[in-house]
Structure formats: C-alpha cells, structure tokens
C-alpha cells in the first residue's frame, strides 16, 4: 500500500510539473511568432532551437498565432513569454492607443529584429497609382490582429480612406497572393521582409505588380506614428521590379513582460549576437538584425537587455 501512495504522489508532483509548464527539470517557454507563411515562423522556431540548446533550464517553442495584436494581448495574459512584434503595435500597446483601451505598462522589448517594408500589390491591370485609389475597392489589408492590419488602417488614413471607404478583407499573405491571381480582390497590403514568398509568387504566377509610397506620405505620418521610417524596395526584388520602388518600413522587435527571468533576456540577446550564422541560415533576413537599435528602442527596454547593451 505505501508503495501505491508513494507512486501516486510522484504522479501527483509531475502532473502540477506539467500543468505549470515544468518537465524533467526544464521550464517551458513559448515564443510567439505569426502565421506559418511569413517570416516570423521559421525565424522563430530557429531562435527557439537555439534558445533551448543554450539555456539548460527551459525548453523554447515557437507558436503560431495571429501576429503582434495577439501576440501582445497573449502576453499581457500570461499565455505566452516572448513574442515576435512590429514596433508599431509595442508601442500602441504600451500607451493604450490603438487596438488596446487600456495601456499594457508592463510590456517591454527585448531586441531588435529585421525591418518590415511595405508591399502594395495589385494585378498588373489596375489603373490604380496609390493606394489613394483604392475607395471602392476589394482591399486586403492582412489578418485581423495582426501588425500588418494596424499598419494598413493607418496606411488608409494617409491617403485620405478608412475601412468604410473600401469593401476590407483580412487574408493572410497567402491568401492574398491567391486571392489576387483569382481576380477575387483588388489589392492587397503586406508588412514583411523582403524577399517574401506570398509576394514572389504573386509577381511570379499572378501578374501583381507594386505601388509606391511615396516619402512624402511617410512623413506625413511621423507625427502620430514616429516608428515609420522611408525604404526602398530594390530593383530585382521581384520579378517585374525594374526600378527601386520607394515605400514604408517599420522594424520588428522580440518583446516581454517585465516580470520575464532576466537570464532568459541575456542568453536571447547573447545568440543575437554571437550565433547569428545558424539563424542566417534558416533566413536570410537574420542578416539585417542590428542590435545597437536597441538605444532607440520605441518602449523601454527590459532590464537585462538595458544592462546587456550598457555592457557591450
């Protein structure tokens, strides 16, 4: 009988283990990222291995999700521990503008990631110039919740236009690239890193060609929304583009509540900068990673990543 009691207490101990997230010793800790098409995905599974591989007390996972709204909201729930964000929904985030009634003061960036540009597709057809010409139109402006969507709307309002100006449709980059070759709508948004996927097979299979956003629109946005800087999309990052189209870009940043373990910043930030090759690999955008970003991060730095980079 002692020996059922003791085995059944030893149950007892692993299933509270496992319901607070802890097996064999090791913490877990999920990452989130996006839908599976982008680059927040990959990019995140392989920071996720190498995290694991690094830090002996916790196992790292990536998980799918929406993208940087819900990504932010999972973290203020305590549903997820680190995630994959663009700096415009951190910082709507953390003043409670937005998407969000009540500010999130506890959310915090822990490093800087690549930038995303701005990709304005429509068929190659369309007489539509700018994406002031869209009033009317089948527009997608990129999953609900998602950091593409904040951009899009604010994207809208540049040009003079609002969701109620445009017959709105939240697809995923897939789904537009799809959506697009199917005549099924008029225009598309997308917020990523170049070269994406959804937009090479767009501009490969589906006749899209791209429009510009003019530096004079993103200035004008710089008031209200100050994380939005000037790009260009180069000639050849696409077939059909001949000549470097000038758009939007906005950074992405890994964030956290400011109750996450300090150590797990460091060993982040740590293979940011010292193991870059083996995220490279996964995808190239690695490349463009610049960690002295983080001196002008659009929210307050975590703790350990403000000392980290005091450090360097």
Known sequence: ???????????AVAGLMAACGVEGGRTFLSLGTAGTGGIYYPLGGA?????????????????????SVENINRLA?????????????????????????????????????????THVMVPRNSEALSIG????????????????????????????????DID???????????????????????????????VLEATTTAGVRLLPITPEVVTSMQGEHPYYTTAMLPEGAYP?????????????WIVAMDSLDDEVVTILLNILANDRASLEQVHAMAKQIDLDLLADAPIQLHAAAQSWFSQR
């Open 77 to 117: 729930a305590g549903q997820m521990d680190l995630a994959m964000v663009i700096a415009v929904t951190a910082f709507q985030a953390q003043q409670g503008l937005g998407d969000w009634k009540e500010a999130i003061p506890g959310l915090r960036m822990l490093a800087p990631l690549y930038p995303n540009l």
């Open 240 to 252: 059909g583009v001949e000549a470097a189209i000038p758009t939007l870009a906005v950074h992405n």
């Open 168 to 198: 709105v449709r939240f697809l995923s980059f897939a789904e537009s690239s799809s959506a697009l070759r199917d005549r099924a709508i008029d225009a598309a948004v997308i917020s990523v890193g170049y070269p994406a996927a959804a």
């Open 133 to 164: 010409d869209f009033a009317g139109q089948r527009v997608s402006v990129g999953p609900p919740g998602s950091g593409t969507e904040q951009m899009a709307r604010h994207l809208l309002q540049a040009h003079g236009l609002t969701y109620d």
């Open 1 to 11: 009988m002692k020996r059922v009691r003791i085995r059944w207490a030893a149950l």
């Open 47 to 67: 920071l996720a291995s190498r995290l694991s591989i690094a830090d002996e007390n916790r196992q790292y996972t990536a998980e799918v999700s929406g993208g």
